[in-house]
């Protein structure tokens, strides 16, 4: 089934620890996001990558870190988890910044 | 600074009446804009979209609108159905980031 997939869909992590949130699409998109929604806050954009090999940074880019080495593959890295990086997490993916974004069924992180 | 902001936190609407969700952006070069749908423990879903260069697009029971001269936009949905109760995002695009709105949560009662 076409689309795109997050990994893990919760996860409970101590302060202070790393941490790789996956995010994998298998419809060749070109542009991938990262968000994260908060109470009252919406959908704040992270990190984007517009095609792979480049990548960009969002609203709130501060304590997160990615990668596009691949079309379909776009890792969020918490180097150092704090507790205000505790928000539910959504990678996105689309052809192109004038066509529909698809996003993922969200990762949900608790930093503890 | 939040670039695209929906003033209503919340909105209710009987079944079958109009409902309009409204946006405000401040980014004079966001060219492209779209609404999302989103259910609880879901990602958000694509509704509809309007490029700068229209005014209005139209499908089916949902129809956005754009005023770019008062950096506006809305989303008219008619009839509301019970179903249509979910969290509406506005969205805007511009070279390459898409930037989302805080939303707003609409509740359509019987």
């Known amino acids: 089934i076409a689309g795109i997939t997050q990994a893990p869909t919760s996860q409970i992590l101590a302060a202070g620890r790393r941490m790789t949130l996956r995010c994998t699409q298998d419809m060749r998109h070109n542009a991938m996001y990262w968000y994260r929604q908060d109470l009252g806050l919406g959908l704040r954009l992270i990190h984007y990558s517009n095609t792979a090999g480049t990548t960009g940074k969002g609203e709130v880019p501060d304590g997160y870190s990615v990668s596009r080495a691949n079309t379909d593959d776009f890792p969020l890295t918490l180097a150092s988890a704090v507790p205000s990086q505790t928000s539910v997490y959504f990678c996105a993916s689309s052809e192109d910044r004038e066509t529909e974004a698809f996003f993922g069924q969200g990762t949900r992180l608790t930093v503890v | 600074d939040q670039q695209v902001k929906q003033n209503s936190p919340s909105l209710s609407v009987q079944e079958g009446r109009i409902s309009i969700l409204n946006c405000d952006y401040t980014n004079s070069m966001f060219d492209y804009f779209l609404w999302y749908k989103k259910y609880p423990a879901e990602g958000p879903t694509f509704l509809i979209s309007?490029?700068?260069?229209?005014d209005k697009n139209e499908d089916g029971r949902f129809t956005v609108f754009l005023n770019k001269s008062a950096k506006h936009l809305s989303l008219h949905i008619v009839p509301s159905q019970p179903g249509d109760s979910a969290v509406y995002f506005c969205?805007?695009?511009?070279?390459?980031?898409?930037?989302f709105g805080t939303g707003t949560r609409l509740q359509v009662f019987p």
């Open positions: 309007i490029s700068s260069i229209k």
């Open positions: 969205a805007a695009s511009n070279t390459d980031k898409l930037i």
